[in-house]
């Protein structure tokens, strides 16, 4: 399997899992989002929006080979639209980088005081993204929320694309 493909199936399953995570969230009571957690960012709203600034950081950085401002203004009250921001930034991050060749993928580029191939941002950006959704189930298990959570496991991804 090349690359590109591998890196391919990699970003739709990010947005595959974020569509299921935040599809899930948003059939939540809305105040367990916004509610104060003992996590790195306070509270699921919050972390999605992390999450989203770091997609677009990353995009900026793998595709425009710039390094742009991380700090985005926080939102407030605005869920709904964070998500969609979010769904919106996986696209791109699809859409952006699936036209990558092999040449393009394992070209270093420089990220603020390191730098890697493209391909390393990217699993990165993958795994960052992974990373916060794992926590955000942690919290919404802190909240209470019990009942089903919708597993967004690379290999339910991998089965999920075998079985559709």
């Known amino acids: 399997m090349h690359l590109q ?29 916004y509610q104060d ?4 960012f306070r ?3 919050r972390t999605l929006q992390h999450v989203l600034a770091a997609q677009l950081y990353w995009y900026s950085i793998i595709v425009d080979e710039h390094i742009p401002s991380f700090d985005q203004p926080e939102k407030q009250d605005a869920v709904e639209q964070v998500v969609s921001e979010l769904l919106l930034s996986s696209q791109k991050l ?7 060749g092999e040449e393009q993928l ?9 730098t890697q191939s493209r391909y390393e941002y ?3 950006a993958v795994n960052h993204s992974t990373y916060h959704r794992a926590q955000v189930v942690t919290m919404c ?7 089903e959570i919708p ?11 075998e079985n559709k």
């Open 106 to 114: 394992i070209k270093t580029i420089k990220a603020s005081d390191s």
């Open 37 to 40: 957690n003992d996590s790195s």
């Open 5 to 33: 493909h591998l890196t391919t199936r990699l970003l739709h399953y990010n947005l595959w899992a974020n569509e299921r995570q935040t599809s899930w969230l948003l059939t939540l009571d809305h105040y367990l989002l």
């Open 122 to 124: 990217i699993l990165h």
């Open 151 to 161: 597993v967004t496991d690379y290999d339910a991804y991998l089965w999920w694309i």
């Open 94 to 100: 699809i859409d952006g980088i699936s036209l990558f």
């Open 43 to 45: 509270t699921i709203d």
């Open 141 to 147: 298990r802190a909240l209470g929320v019990a009942g």
